[in-house]
């Protein structure tokens, strides 16, 4: 009897999700060097979008592979890393020197290893949580601020601007690497029945965010970068307490 060889191919429908999450995050790019910040920045939440999409698609579908996952990841890496450490670079940083590109570089490398140390960890990690700030919530922090400062027509060259930039930029690629846990909603069950009073509070969310999306996103993952530090905080303070009752 003859051995069957392996199938060759690709799973089509969440590898083409991620092609246009790619592509969005590549578009992203473009807009950014051609000074159309603000378009930029949307384009990254749409790869973000994308994003969410392929990788559910492709459990909903059973369509998973190691093909999709490290597919995924090479596009993350250009939307959620290379993409808003140029947008801010033209939007802000290029004139300003070393500085500027230090702090670029800082943030694609951090995205780099984010991404390197998630691969090695599929299949083991707790789903309950991300271990650092996952690199799409960098990135929308980033693009957020970007979106937000060019709606409210700030002055690009305050000082207090640049230096508020560089810090949050830096601070979201120092936060990618960390091990602070960051809640990973996976396990939110979207399928089960639910008030309708929340389907009421979602309504008037999804109207909030149409009204001033810019302000509503970056808030909301200025928040969730803080989450993941406050609650580390809580947890380290409370491990010192047990510790300090066992010796008592």
Partial sequence: MTEKKPRRGVYLLPNVLTTFGLFSGFFAIILATQGQYAESAIAIFVAMLWDGLDGRVARLTNTQSAFGEQYDSMADMVSFGVAPALLMYFWLFEGVGKIGWIGAFVYVAAGALRLARFNTQIGIEDKRYFQGLPSPAAAALVAGMVWTKE?????????????????????????????????????????GRASFKLL?????????????????????????????????????????????????
């Fill in 200 to 248: 009421l509070i979602a309504i008037l969310a999804i109207v909030i965010i149409t009204l001033y999306p810019s302000t509503i996103l970056f808030a909301f993952f200025f928040i969730y970068a803080l989450s993941g530090l406050i609650v580390t905080t809580i947890d380290v303070r409370k491990k010192r307490a047990l510790k300090k009752k066992a010796r008592s």
């Fill in 151 to 191: 709606m409210i027509g700030v002055t690009v060259y305050d000082p207090y601007l640049l230096i508020a930039s560089w810090v949050i930029l830096v601070g979201a690629g120092v936060l990618m690497v960390s091990n602070i846990r960051y809640y990973s909603f996976k396990k939110v069950n979207l399928k």
